[in-house]
Protein backbone atom coordinates (compact mmCIF):
# COMPACT_ATOMS: atom_id res chain seq x y z
CA UNK A 1 0.00 0.00 0.00
CA UNK A 2 1.56 3.08 -1.40
CA UNK A 3 2.20 6.23 1.86
CA UNK A 4 -0.39 9.05 0.97
CA UNK A 5 0.71 12.95 2.26
CA UNK A 6 -1.82 11.95 4.90
CA UNK A 7 -0.56 8.70 6.17
CA UNK A 8 2.96 10.56 6.71
CA UNK A 9 1.16 13.42 8.49
CA UNK A 10 0.75 10.65 10.90
CA UNK A 11 3.40 9.15 11.53
CA UNK A 12 5.69 12.21 11.63
CA UNK A 13 3.30 12.91 14.69
CA UNK A 14 4.49 9.71 16.00
CA UNK A 15 7.86 10.17 15.38
CA UNK A 16 7.11 13.43 17.48
CA UNK A 17 5.65 11.15 20.61
CA UNK A 18 2.13 12.77 19.73
CA UNK A 19 -0.23 9.99 21.40
CA UNK A 20 -3.41 12.00 20.51
CA UNK A 21 -5.08 14.17 18.87
CA UNK A 22 -8.15 16.38 19.76
CA UNK A 23 -10.65 16.35 17.24
CA UNK A 24 -13.87 16.48 15.16
CA UNK A 25 -14.78 14.91 12.04
CA UNK A 26 -15.81 16.32 8.56
CA UNK A 27 -15.10 15.92 5.14
CA UNK A 28 -12.25 18.38 4.55
CA UNK A 29 -10.36 15.68 6.91
CA UNK A 30 -11.36 12.93 5.14
CA UNK A 31 -8.05 11.73 3.88
CA UNK A 32 -6.81 12.12 7.31
CA UNK A 33 -9.53 10.78 9.10
CA UNK A 34 -9.14 7.22 6.24
CA UNK A 35 -4.93 7.38 7.86
CA UNK A 36 -6.21 6.97 11.43
CA UNK A 37 -7.96 4.09 11.09
CA UNK A 38 -4.81 2.59 8.63
CA UNK A 39 -2.64 3.74 11.69
CA UNK A 40 -4.99 1.55 14.16
CA UNK A 41 -5.63 5.05 15.56
CA UNK A 42 -1.20 5.69 16.62
CA UNK A 43 -1.86 8.48 17.80
CA UNK A 44 -5.57 8.47 19.11
CA UNK A 45 -8.19 10.43 17.12
CA UNK A 46 -9.91 11.53 20.95
CA UNK A 47 -13.47 12.58 19.13
CA UNK A 48 -14.52 16.28 21.06
CA UNK A 49 -18.04 17.24 20.80
CA UNK A 50 -17.37 20.64 19.18
CA UNK A 51 -14.17 21.56 17.84
CA UNK A 52 -14.10 24.62 20.63
CA UNK A 53 -14.06 21.82 22.84
CA UNK A 54 -10.84 19.89 21.02
CA UNK A 55 -8.72 22.82 21.41
CA UNK A 56 -9.65 23.28 25.14
CA UNK A 57 -8.40 19.42 25.54
CA UNK A 58 -5.42 20.45 23.36
CA UNK A 59 -5.01 23.34 25.85
CA UNK A 60 -5.52 21.40 28.85
CA UNK A 61 -3.34 18.93 27.55
CA UNK A 62 -0.35 21.00 27.17
CA UNK A 63 -0.66 22.55 30.53
CA UNK A 64 -0.68 20.03 32.53
CA UNK A 65 2.16 17.69 31.04
CA UNK A 66 3.93 20.31 29.47
CA UNK A 67 4.06 18.66 25.89
CA UNK A 68 2.07 19.92 22.60
CA UNK A 69 -1.49 19.55 22.58
CA UNK A 70 -2.58 18.93 19.22
CA UNK A 71 -6.22 19.08 17.31
CA UNK A 72 -7.52 18.61 14.84
CA UNK A 73 -10.85 20.01 11.99
CA UNK A 74 -12.74 20.23 8.89
CA UNK A 75 -12.22 22.84 6.48
CA UNK A 76 -14.82 26.36 6.95
CA UNK A 77 -16.70 25.20 10.40
CA UNK A 78 -14.59 23.29 12.20
CA UNK A 79 -12.06 25.59 11.56
CA UNK A 80 -13.83 28.38 12.81
CA UNK A 81 -14.92 26.45 15.90
CA UNK A 82 -11.41 25.78 17.01
CA UNK A 83 -10.58 30.05 17.40
CA UNK A 84 -11.67 30.17 20.50
CA UNK A 85 -9.31 27.61 22.05
CA UNK A 86 -6.56 28.30 19.91
CA UNK A 87 -6.91 32.20 21.63
CA UNK A 88 -6.79 30.41 24.84
CA UNK A 89 -3.91 28.71 24.16
CA UNK A 90 -2.03 31.75 22.40
CA UNK A 91 -2.97 33.76 25.43
CA UNK A 92 -1.76 31.69 28.26
CA UNK A 93 1.42 31.16 26.08
CA UNK A 94 1.08 26.45 25.90
CA UNK A 95 2.06 25.08 22.91
CA UNK A 96 -0.62 23.39 20.65
CA UNK A 97 -0.32 22.52 17.13
CA UNK A 98 -4.22 23.18 14.61
CA UNK A 99 -4.31 20.88 11.89
CA UNK A 100 -7.15 21.81 9.51
CA UNK A 101 -8.74 20.24 6.27
CA UNK A 102 -9.38 22.70 3.31
CA UNK A 103 -11.00 22.02 0.22
CA UNK A 104 -9.55 20.43 -2.46
CA UNK A 105 -7.60 22.40 -4.63
CA UNK A 106 -8.82 22.61 -7.63
CA UNK A 107 -12.28 24.21 -5.98
CA UNK A 108 -9.62 27.11 -4.28
CA UNK A 109 -10.97 30.70 -5.00
CA UNK A 110 -14.38 29.30 -6.66
CA UNK A 111 -16.18 30.37 -3.59
CA UNK A 112 -16.95 26.58 -3.02
CA UNK A 113 -18.90 25.00 0.14
CA UNK A 114 -17.19 25.27 2.98
CA UNK A 115 -14.20 27.35 1.80
CA UNK A 116 -13.02 29.76 4.31
CA UNK A 117 -9.73 31.94 4.02
CA UNK A 118 -8.23 29.86 6.32
CA UNK A 119 -5.02 31.53 6.21
CA UNK A 120 -6.28 34.69 7.11
CA UNK A 121 -8.59 32.97 9.26
CA UNK A 122 -5.90 32.27 11.35
CA UNK A 123 -3.58 34.98 10.35
CA UNK A 124 -3.73 36.43 14.11
CA UNK A 125 -4.31 33.06 16.59
CA UNK A 126 -1.52 31.31 14.80
CA UNK A 127 0.44 34.80 13.56
CA UNK A 128 3.91 32.36 15.28
CA UNK A 129 2.85 30.05 12.21
CA UNK A 130 0.62 29.67 10.35
CA UNK A 131 0.72 27.34 6.49
CA UNK A 132 -0.34 25.58 4.25
CA UNK A 133 0.80 22.21 2.67
CA UNK A 134 -0.34 22.12 -1.06
CA UNK A 135 2.54 19.51 -2.48
CA UNK A 136 3.83 16.33 -0.35
CA UNK A 137 7.44 17.50 -0.16
CA UNK A 138 6.81 20.57 1.86
CA UNK A 139 4.45 18.58 4.29
CA UNK A 140 7.49 17.41 6.71
CA UNK A 141 9.08 20.91 6.91
CA UNK A 142 5.58 22.34 7.66
CA UNK A 143 4.75 20.17 10.61
CA UNK A 144 8.31 20.14 12.33
CA UNK A 145 8.49 24.04 11.98
CA UNK A 146 4.17 23.80 13.92
CA UNK A 147 5.55 21.69 15.92
CA UNK A 148 9.03 23.32 16.63
CA UNK A 149 7.75 26.91 16.81
CA UNK A 150 4.64 26.22 19.26
CA UNK A 151 7.33 24.92 21.58
CA UNK A 152 10.14 27.76 21.16
CA UNK A 153 7.21 30.30 21.29
CA UNK A 154 4.64 28.83 23.58
CA UNK A 155 1.77 29.32 21.21
CA UNK A 156 -0.42 28.02 19.09
CA UNK A 157 0.59 27.39 15.33
CA UNK A 158 -1.51 25.88 12.53
CA UNK A 159 -1.26 23.58 9.19
CA UNK A 160 -3.99 23.47 6.75
CA UNK A 161 -4.16 20.64 4.80
CA UNK A 162 -5.90 20.47 1.50
CA UNK A 163 -8.42 17.38 0.93
CA UNK A 164 -6.85 15.86 -2.43
CA UNK A 165 -3.51 17.06 -1.08
CA UNK A 166 -4.05 14.39 2.32
CA UNK A 167 -4.95 11.88 -0.17
CA UNK A 168 -1.72 12.57 -2.79
CA UNK A 169 1.09 10.18 -2.51
CA UNK A 170 3.91 11.12 -0.39
CA UNK A 171 7.20 12.16 -1.96
CA UNK A 172 10.34 13.29 0.54
CA UNK A 173 11.89 16.61 0.00
CA UNK A 174 14.92 15.89 -2.84
CA UNK A 175 18.43 17.54 -2.85
CA UNK A 176 17.17 19.92 -5.51
CA UNK A 177 16.90 23.24 -5.96
CA UNK A 178 13.84 25.01 -4.08
CA UNK A 179 13.13 21.76 -1.48
CA UNK A 180 13.64 22.03 2.40
CA UNK A 181 14.61 18.65 4.01
CA UNK A 182 13.60 18.99 7.62
CA UNK A 183 14.68 16.83 10.78
CA UNK A 184 13.09 15.62 13.83
CA UNK A 185 14.26 16.50 17.31
CA UNK A 186 15.84 19.31 19.70
CA UNK A 187 17.76 19.92 22.30
CA UNK A 188 16.69 23.00 23.42
CA UNK A 189 19.40 25.54 24.90
CA UNK A 190 19.47 26.51 28.70
CA UNK A 191 19.11 30.05 28.63
CA UNK A 192 21.41 31.93 31.36
CA UNK A 193 21.42 35.50 32.18
CA UNK A 194 24.17 37.70 31.99
CA UNK A 195 26.73 37.71 34.70
CA UNK A 196 26.91 41.21 35.11
CA UNK A 197 23.12 41.49 35.11
CA UNK A 198 22.80 38.79 38.11
CA UNK A 199 25.42 41.21 39.59
CA UNK A 200 22.95 44.22 39.36
CA UNK A 201 20.02 42.05 40.52
CA UNK A 202 21.92 40.81 43.66
CA UNK A 203 23.06 44.39 44.45
CA UNK A 204 19.75 46.06 44.35
CA UNK A 205 18.07 43.52 45.95
CA UNK A 206 20.52 43.08 48.74
CA UNK A 207 19.71 47.06 49.32
CA UNK A 208 15.95 46.57 49.61
CA UNK A 209 14.66 46.38 53.14
CA UNK A 210 11.31 44.99 52.28
CA UNK A 211 11.14 42.78 48.83
CA UNK A 212 8.05 41.40 47.48
CA UNK A 213 8.43 38.78 45.09
CA UNK A 214 5.99 37.99 42.63
CA UNK A 215 6.09 34.59 40.67
CA UNK A 216 4.00 33.16 37.48
CA UNK A 217 3.87 30.20 35.42
CA UNK A 218 7.40 30.49 34.38
CA UNK A 219 8.68 30.12 37.70
CA UNK A 220 7.58 26.50 37.27
CA UNK A 221 10.73 23.46 37.83
CA UNK A 222 11.87 26.60 40.27
CA UNK A 223 10.11 26.12 43.36
CA UNK A 224 12.77 25.41 45.21
CA UNK A 225 14.98 28.84 44.32
CA UNK A 226 12.36 30.93 44.98
CA UNK A 227 11.81 29.79 48.33
CA UNK A 228 15.36 30.27 49.30
CA UNK A 229 15.72 33.42 47.65
CA UNK A 230 12.87 34.27 49.43
CA UNK A 231 14.00 33.38 52.62
CA UNK A 232 17.52 34.99 52.23
CA UNK A 233 15.65 38.28 50.79
CA UNK A 234 13.23 38.06 54.07
CA UNK A 235 10.55 38.51 51.06
CA UNK A 236 7.27 37.29 50.78
CA UNK A 237 5.98 35.06 47.71
CA UNK A 238 2.79 36.00 45.71
CA UNK A 239 1.34 34.26 42.95
CA UNK A 240 -0.18 35.14 39.48
CA UNK A 241 -2.95 32.70 39.04
CA UNK A 242 -1.56 30.73 36.23
CA UNK A 243 1.54 30.37 38.83
CA UNK A 244 -0.99 29.24 41.56
CA UNK A 245 0.52 26.06 41.59
CA UNK A 246 4.05 26.69 41.89
CA UNK A 247 4.97 27.50 45.19
CA UNK A 248 3.11 25.56 47.89
CA UNK A 249 0.59 27.35 49.90
CA UNK A 250 1.66 25.76 53.13
CA UNK A 251 4.61 27.91 52.97
CA UNK A 252 4.16 30.43 55.63
CA UNK A 253 5.50 33.59 53.61
CA UNK A 254 3.60 32.80 50.15
CA UNK A 255 0.43 35.20 50.11
CA UNK A 256 -1.11 33.41 47.85
CA UNK A 257 -2.92 34.89 44.17
CA UNK A 258 -2.69 38.42 43.51
CA UNK A 259 -5.26 40.83 41.44
CA UNK A 260 -8.67 41.21 41.16
CA UNK A 261 -9.28 37.66 42.11
CA UNK A 262 -6.14 37.95 44.71
CA UNK A 263 -5.54 37.72 48.54
CA UNK A 264 -5.29 41.00 51.04
CA UNK A 265 -1.63 39.63 52.59
CA UNK A 266 -0.58 39.97 48.17
CA UNK A 267 -2.15 43.42 48.10
CA UNK A 268 -0.64 44.73 50.92
CA UNK A 269 2.82 43.54 50.20
CA UNK A 270 2.65 44.91 47.12
CA UNK A 271 1.39 48.50 48.78
CA UNK A 272 4.02 48.57 51.21
CA UNK A 273 7.26 46.58 49.76
CA UNK A 274 10.30 49.17 48.83
CA UNK A 275 11.49 46.12 46.00
CA UNK A 276 10.08 43.80 44.03
CA UNK A 277 11.17 40.51 42.22
CA UNK A 278 9.19 39.30 39.57
CA UNK A 279 10.21 35.86 37.97
CA UNK A 280 8.47 34.47 34.95
CA UNK A 281 5.37 36.10 35.63
CA UNK A 282 3.64 38.68 32.96
CA UNK A 283 0.43 39.37 35.45
CA UNK A 284 -1.01 42.15 33.32
CA UNK A 285 -2.94 44.10 36.22
CA UNK A 286 -0.20 46.92 36.96
CA UNK A 287 -2.93 48.54 39.89
CA UNK A 288 -2.10 45.40 42.19
CA UNK A 289 1.89 45.93 41.97
CA UNK A 290 3.57 48.88 43.76
CA UNK A 291 3.15 52.44 42.87
CA UNK A 292 6.09 53.63 40.26
CA UNK A 293 9.14 54.79 41.68
CA UNK A 294 7.46 52.94 44.90
CA UNK A 295 9.82 49.97 44.70
CA UNK A 296 13.47 49.37 42.71
CA UNK A 297 12.40 46.21 40.78
CA UNK A 298 14.07 43.35 38.66
CA UNK A 299 11.97 40.94 36.22
CA UNK A 300 13.57 37.65 35.47
CA UNK A 301 11.74 35.90 32.49
CA UNK A 302 12.91 33.45 29.61
CA UNK A 303 11.37 35.62 27.10
CA UNK A 304 12.59 38.86 25.53
CA UNK A 305 9.71 39.32 23.83
CA UNK A 306 7.19 39.62 27.06
CA UNK A 307 10.12 41.16 29.44
CA UNK A 308 10.16 44.86 30.68
CA UNK A 309 6.38 45.56 31.11
CA UNK A 310 3.70 46.22 33.24
CA UNK A 311 6.74 47.75 36.11
CA UNK A 312 9.00 50.18 35.38
CA UNK A 313 11.69 47.53 36.01
CA UNK A 314 15.54 48.75 36.85
CA UNK A 315 16.68 45.47 35.81
CA UNK A 316 15.38 42.81 32.95
CA UNK A 317 17.32 39.62 33.00
CA UNK A 318 16.08 37.23 30.35
CA UNK A 319 16.84 33.51 31.22
CA UNK A 320 15.68 30.62 32.70
CA UNK A 321 13.88 31.11 36.66
CA UNK A 322 15.86 28.57 38.29
CA UNK A 323 19.44 28.72 36.62
CA UNK A 324 19.12 32.66 37.00
CA UNK A 325 17.80 32.40 40.38
CA UNK A 326 20.65 29.77 41.59
CA UNK A 327 23.34 32.40 39.92
CA UNK A 328 21.72 35.02 42.30
CA UNK A 329 21.41 32.65 45.48
CA UNK A 330 24.96 32.78 46.46
CA UNK A 331 25.31 36.79 45.83
CA UNK A 332 22.58 37.47 47.89
CA UNK A 333 22.98 38.66 51.39
CA UNK A 334 20.68 37.37 54.12
CA UNK A 335 18.50 39.96 55.59
CA UNK A 336 19.25 40.47 59.55
CA UNK A 337 15.98 42.45 60.33
CA UNK A 338 12.77 40.00 60.67
CA UNK A 339 10.24 42.59 61.08
CA UNK A 340 8.76 42.81 57.05
CA UNK A 341 8.56 38.68 56.36
CA UNK A 342 6.66 38.72 60.14
CA UNK A 343 4.43 40.91 59.20
CA UNK A 344 3.69 38.99 56.27
CA UNK A 345 3.38 35.21 57.73
CA UNK A 346 1.16 37.44 60.22
CA UNK A 347 -1.11 38.50 57.46
CA UNK A 348 -1.01 35.24 55.66
CA UNK A 349 -1.83 33.44 58.72
CA UNK A 350 -4.92 35.39 59.63
CA UNK A 351 -5.74 35.59 55.90
CA UNK A 352 -6.50 32.06 56.10
CA UNK A 353 -7.98 32.65 59.11
CA UNK A 354 -10.12 34.68 57.16
CA UNK A 355 -11.23 32.06 54.51
CA UNK A 356 -11.63 29.32 56.94
CA UNK A 357 -14.65 32.18 58.51
CA UNK A 358 -16.02 33.13 55.07
CA UNK A 359 -16.34 29.41 54.00
CA UNK A 360 -18.78 28.80 57.27
CA UNK A 361 -21.01 31.94 56.69
CA UNK A 362 -24.60 30.30 56.30
CA UNK A 363 -26.21 30.75 52.91
CA UNK A 364 -29.19 29.81 50.93
CA UNK A 365 -28.54 26.84 50.39
CA UNK A 366 -24.78 26.70 50.23
CA UNK A 367 -22.06 28.98 50.39
CA UNK A 368 -19.58 28.40 47.43
CA UNK A 369 -16.65 28.74 49.37
CA UNK A 370 -17.32 25.96 51.80
CA UNK A 371 -17.63 23.87 48.27
CA UNK A 372 -13.71 24.84 47.54
CA UNK A 373 -12.85 25.03 51.32
CA UNK A 374 -14.08 21.43 51.87
CA UNK A 375 -12.61 20.43 48.89
CA UNK A 376 -8.70 21.85 49.83
CA UNK A 377 -8.97 20.00 53.11
CA UNK A 378 -9.25 16.70 51.40
CA UNK A 379 -7.81 16.94 48.44
CA UNK A 380 -5.52 14.50 46.92
CA UNK A 381 -1.91 15.91 46.90
CA UNK A 382 -1.65 14.88 43.22
CA UNK A 383 -4.97 16.36 41.71
CA UNK A 384 -5.22 18.12 38.72
CA UNK A 385 -7.65 21.06 39.05
CA UNK A 386 -9.58 23.30 36.38
CA UNK A 387 -11.56 26.23 37.53
CA UNK A 388 -13.73 27.80 34.82
CA UNK A 389 -14.72 31.36 34.42
CA UNK A 390 -17.22 32.70 36.83
CA UNK A 391 -17.36 33.13 40.41
CA UNK A 392 -15.58 29.69 40.51
CA UNK A 393 -12.35 31.70 39.49
CA UNK A 394 -12.61 34.03 42.42
CA UNK A 395 -13.49 30.88 44.89
CA UNK A 396 -10.56 28.91 42.84
CA UNK A 397 -7.92 31.41 43.41
CA UNK A 398 -8.60 32.38 47.00
CA UNK A 399 -9.73 29.15 48.90
CA UNK A 400 -7.67 26.63 47.52
CA UNK A 401 -4.73 25.55 49.26
CA UNK A 402 -1.96 24.13 46.70
CA UNK A 403 0.55 21.22 48.45
CA UNK A 404 1.91 18.39 46.86
CA UNK A 405 2.60 17.83 43.74
CA UNK A 406 -0.99 19.91 42.85
CA UNK A 407 -1.53 21.09 39.79
CA UNK A 408 -4.28 23.69 38.51
CA UNK A 409 -4.64 25.87 35.69
CA UNK A 410 -7.55 28.33 34.61
CA UNK A 411 -8.28 30.31 31.36
CA UNK A 412 -6.13 32.99 32.79
CA UNK A 413 -5.04 35.44 30.44
CA UNK A 414 -8.49 35.11 27.62
CA UNK A 415 -10.51 34.33 30.86
CA UNK A 416 -12.97 32.49 28.13
CA UNK A 417 -16.41 30.71 29.71
CA UNK A 418 -16.43 26.91 28.74
CA UNK A 419 -12.69 25.52 29.70
CA UNK A 420 -13.36 24.02 32.72
CA UNK A 421 -14.53 20.37 31.48
CA UNK A 422 -12.08 20.20 28.10
CA UNK A 423 -9.29 21.31 30.79
CA UNK A 424 -9.73 18.18 32.96
CA UNK A 425 -10.65 15.83 29.93
CA UNK A 426 -7.01 16.96 28.63
CA UNK A 427 -5.46 16.70 31.64
CA UNK A 428 -6.87 12.41 31.89
CA UNK A 429 -4.62 11.90 29.03
CA UNK A 430 -1.75 13.57 30.11
CA UNK A 431 -1.58 12.30 33.24
CA UNK A 432 -4.46 9.16 33.50
CA UNK A 433 -3.08 7.90 37.00
CA UNK A 434 -3.80 10.89 38.61
CA UNK A 435 -7.47 12.58 39.72
CA UNK A 436 -8.69 15.90 38.20
CA UNK A 437 -11.40 18.26 39.27
CA UNK A 438 -13.21 20.94 37.23
CA UNK A 439 -15.22 23.98 38.94
CA UNK A 440 -17.54 25.04 36.97
CA UNK A 441 -20.58 27.55 37.18
CA UNK A 442 -23.86 26.43 35.74
CA UNK A 443 -23.58 29.31 32.74
CA UNK A 444 -20.45 27.33 31.48
CA UNK A 445 -21.94 23.77 32.35
CA UNK A 446 -25.17 24.96 30.14
CA UNK A 447 -22.32 26.43 27.31
CA UNK A 448 -20.01 24.07 26.58
CA UNK A 449 -19.72 21.40 29.99
CA UNK A 450 -22.83 19.20 30.01
CA UNK A 451 -22.15 18.37 26.36
CA UNK A 452 -18.48 17.54 27.13
CA UNK A 453 -19.47 14.77 29.72
CA UNK A 454 -20.14 12.83 26.84
CA UNK A 455 -16.49 12.54 26.25
CA UNK A 456 -16.26 11.90 29.45
CA UNK A 457 -18.44 9.16 29.41
CA UNK A 458 -16.65 7.34 26.32
CA UNK A 459 -12.94 7.44 27.21
CA UNK A 460 -12.77 7.14 31.27
CA UNK A 461 -13.05 3.16 31.30
CA UNK A 462 -9.62 3.60 29.75
CA UNK A 463 -8.04 5.68 32.12
CA UNK A 464 -5.68 3.95 35.04
CA UNK A 465 -7.65 6.41 37.95
CA UNK A 466 -10.75 7.22 36.54
CA UNK A 467 -11.56 9.57 39.18
CA UNK A 468 -12.59 13.26 37.08
CA UNK A 469 -14.60 15.15 39.39
CA UNK A 470 -16.86 17.85 37.73
CA UNK A 471 -18.56 20.27 40.83
CA UNK A 472 -20.76 22.71 39.35
CA UNK A 473 -21.84 25.77 41.35
CA UNK A 474 -25.54 25.67 40.42
CA UNK A 475 -27.09 29.21 40.98
CA UNK A 476 -29.31 29.30 38.24
CA UNK A 477 -27.29 32.67 37.15
CA UNK A 478 -24.22 34.44 35.39
CA UNK A 479 -23.14 35.26 38.52
CA UNK A 480 -19.86 37.01 38.47
CA UNK A 481 -21.18 39.38 35.61
CA UNK A 482 -24.24 39.83 38.03
CA UNK A 483 -21.66 40.77 40.61
CA UNK A 484 -20.00 43.06 38.06
CA UNK A 485 -22.95 44.91 37.61
CA UNK A 486 -23.90 45.13 41.02
CA UNK A 487 -21.08 47.05 41.97
CA UNK A 488 -20.99 49.51 39.50
CA UNK A 489 -24.26 50.63 41.15
CA UNK A 490 -26.26 50.71 38.08
CA UNK A 491 -27.40 47.50 36.90
CA UNK A 492 -28.50 45.09 39.63
CA UNK A 493 -30.97 43.27 38.65
CA UNK A 494 -31.11 42.92 34.74
CA UNK A 495 -32.97 39.29 35.33
CA UNK A 496 -32.93 38.68 31.43
CA UNK A 497 -29.55 38.81 30.65
CA UNK A 498 -28.16 37.27 34.01
CA UNK A 499 -31.07 33.95 34.88
CA UNK A 500 -30.06 30.82 33.46
CA UNK A 501 -32.63 27.96 33.00
CA UNK A 502 -32.86 25.33 35.50
CA UNK A 503 -31.70 21.64 34.56
CA UNK A 504 -30.55 19.17 36.91
CA UNK A 505 -26.66 18.29 36.01
CA UNK A 506 -26.79 14.97 38.38
CA UNK A 507 -29.75 13.93 36.05
CA UNK A 508 -28.19 14.43 33.23
CA UNK A 509 -24.69 12.76 34.27
CA UNK A 510 -26.49 9.72 35.62
CA UNK A 511 -28.59 9.59 32.41
CA UNK A 512 -25.15 8.64 30.79
CA UNK A 513 -23.75 6.60 33.25
CA UNK A 514 -21.51 8.70 35.41
CA UNK A 515 -22.26 9.15 39.73
CA UNK A 516 -23.40 12.40 40.55
CA UNK A 517 -25.15 13.68 43.78
CA UNK A 518 -26.88 16.96 44.28
CA UNK A 519 -25.80 18.49 47.15
CA UNK A 520 -28.40 21.16 48.82
CA UNK A 521 -27.11 20.80 52.91
CA UNK A 522 -23.70 22.51 53.46
CA UNK A 523 -23.14 19.84 55.56
CA UNK A 524 -23.10 17.03 53.24
CA UNK A 525 -20.21 18.66 51.54
CA UNK A 526 -17.38 16.66 52.82
CA UNK A 527 -19.31 13.68 52.73
CA UNK A 528 -19.99 14.00 49.01
CA UNK A 529 -16.21 15.08 48.20
CA UNK A 530 -15.16 11.98 50.05
CA UNK A 531 -17.53 10.12 48.01
CA UNK A 532 -16.42 11.57 44.96
CA UNK A 533 -13.10 11.56 44.92
CA UNK A 534 -12.94 7.84 46.14
CA UNK A 535 -14.96 6.56 43.39
CA UNK A 536 -14.56 3.85 40.55
CA UNK A 537 -15.81 6.97 37.72
CA UNK A 538 -16.59 10.10 37.29
CA UNK A 539 -18.64 12.20 39.29
CA UNK A 540 -20.61 15.12 38.90
CA UNK A 541 -21.63 16.88 42.07
CA UNK A 542 -24.51 19.35 41.29
CA UNK A 543 -24.06 21.66 43.96
CA UNK A 544 -27.16 24.24 44.73
CA UNK A 545 -24.89 27.24 45.48
CA UNK A 546 -26.32 30.74 46.98
CA UNK A 547 -25.96 33.46 44.05
CA UNK A 548 -26.03 35.54 46.89
CA UNK A 549 -22.82 35.21 47.88
CA UNK A 550 -20.21 38.18 46.63
CA UNK A 551 -17.05 37.76 45.20
CA UNK A 552 -15.42 40.34 46.60
CA UNK A 553 -12.34 41.54 45.32
CA UNK A 554 -9.42 42.31 48.06
CA UNK A 555 -9.61 46.17 46.78
CA UNK A 556 -13.35 46.59 46.78
CA UNK A 557 -13.66 50.16 48.21
CA UNK A 558 -16.57 50.73 50.37
CA UNK A 559 -18.84 52.22 47.66
CA UNK A 560 -18.85 48.81 45.61
CA UNK A 561 -19.61 47.11 48.86
CA UNK A 562 -22.31 49.32 49.59
CA UNK A 563 -23.53 49.01 46.47
CA UNK A 564 -24.11 45.47 46.13
CA UNK A 565 -25.53 45.27 49.97
CA UNK A 566 -28.25 47.69 48.32
CA UNK A 567 -28.25 45.80 45.07
CA UNK A 568 -29.42 42.59 47.31
CA UNK A 569 -31.72 44.37 49.70
CA UNK A 570 -33.65 45.77 46.90
CA UNK A 571 -34.37 42.25 45.71
CA UNK A 572 -34.63 41.10 48.68
CA UNK A 573 -35.05 42.27 52.18
CA UNK A 574 -34.94 38.17 53.43
CA UNK A 575 -31.32 38.27 52.79
CA UNK A 576 -30.28 41.36 54.80
CA UNK A 577 -29.01 38.36 57.77
CA UNK A 578 -26.19 36.47 55.18
CA UNK A 579 -25.67 39.42 53.62
CA UNK A 580 -25.01 41.37 57.09
CA UNK A 581 -22.81 38.30 58.39
CA UNK A 582 -20.93 37.86 54.90
CA UNK A 583 -19.99 41.62 55.16
CA UNK A 584 -18.80 41.11 58.76
CA UNK A 585 -16.18 38.65 57.48
CA UNK A 586 -15.07 40.74 54.59
CA UNK A 587 -14.95 43.85 56.88
CA UNK A 588 -12.95 41.70 59.15
CA UNK A 589 -10.62 41.01 55.96
CA UNK A 590 -10.51 44.22 54.88
CA UNK A 591 -9.95 46.84 57.69
CA UNK A 592 -6.64 47.39 58.76
CA UNK A 593 -5.11 44.14 61.05
CA UNK A 594 -5.18 44.75 64.39
CA UNK A 595 -3.70 42.43 67.23
C1 LIG B 1 -17.14 33.00 26.19
C2 LIG B 1 -17.45 34.00 27.26
N1 LIG B 1 -18.65 34.63 27.27
C3 LIG B 1 -18.95 35.52 28.26
C4 LIG B 1 -18.05 35.80 29.24
C5 LIG B 1 -18.38 36.81 30.32
N2 LIG B 1 -18.57 36.11 31.60
C6 LIG B 1 -17.58 35.93 32.49
S1 LIG B 1 -18.05 35.09 33.85
C7 LIG B 1 -19.63 34.95 33.29
C8 LIG B 1 -20.69 34.27 34.10
C9 LIG B 1 -20.42 32.85 34.34
O1 LIG B 1 -21.56 32.25 34.86
P1 LIG B 1 -21.55 30.79 35.42
O2 LIG B 1 -20.79 29.90 34.53
O3 LIG B 1 -22.94 30.41 35.76
O4 LIG B 1 -20.68 30.95 36.74
P2 LIG B 1 -21.08 31.77 38.07
O5 LIG B 1 -20.36 33.08 38.00
O6 LIG B 1 -22.55 31.89 38.11
O7 LIG B 1 -20.55 30.92 39.19
C10 LIG B 1 -19.77 35.57 32.03
C11 LIG B 1 -21.04 35.65 31.28
C12 LIG B 1 -16.79 35.13 29.17
N3 LIG B 1 -15.82 35.34 30.08
N4 LIG B 1 -16.54 34.22 28.21
MG1 LIG C 1 -23.95 30.42 37.55
Redesign the pocket.
Known amino acids: MSTTVADQLLARLREWDVEQVFGYPGDGINGLLGAFSHAKDQPRFIQARHEEMAAFEAVGFAKFSGRVGVCMATSGPGAIHLL?GLYDAKLDHVPVVAIVGQTNRTAMGGSYQQEVDLLSLFKDVASDYVQMVTVPEQLPNVLDRAMRIAVSRRAPTAIIVPNDVQELEYAAPTHDFKMVPSSLGVSWPAVDPDDAAVRAAADLLNAGEKVAILIGQGARGAATEVAQVADLLGAGVAKALLGKDVLSDELPFVTGSIGLLGTRPSFEMMRDCDTLLTIGSNFPYSQFLPEPGQARAVQIDIDGAMIGMRYPYELNLVGDAARTLQALIPLLERKDDGAWRSTIEANVKRWWEVMESEAQVEAKPIN?MKLFHDFSTVAPEDAMIAA?????ANWYARQIKMRGRMRGSLSGTL????PGVPYVIGAKFAHPDRPAIAF??????Q?NGLAELLTVARYWKGWADPRLVVAV?H?N??????WELRAMGGTPDFVESQA?PEVSYAAFASSIGLGTLTVTDPADLPAAWAEALSADRPYVLDVH?D?DVPPIPPHADLEQMQNMAAALIKGDTSRWGVIKEGLKTKAQELLPHRD
Open positions: NPDSGSAATMGEGDGAMMLNDLNQVTLCP
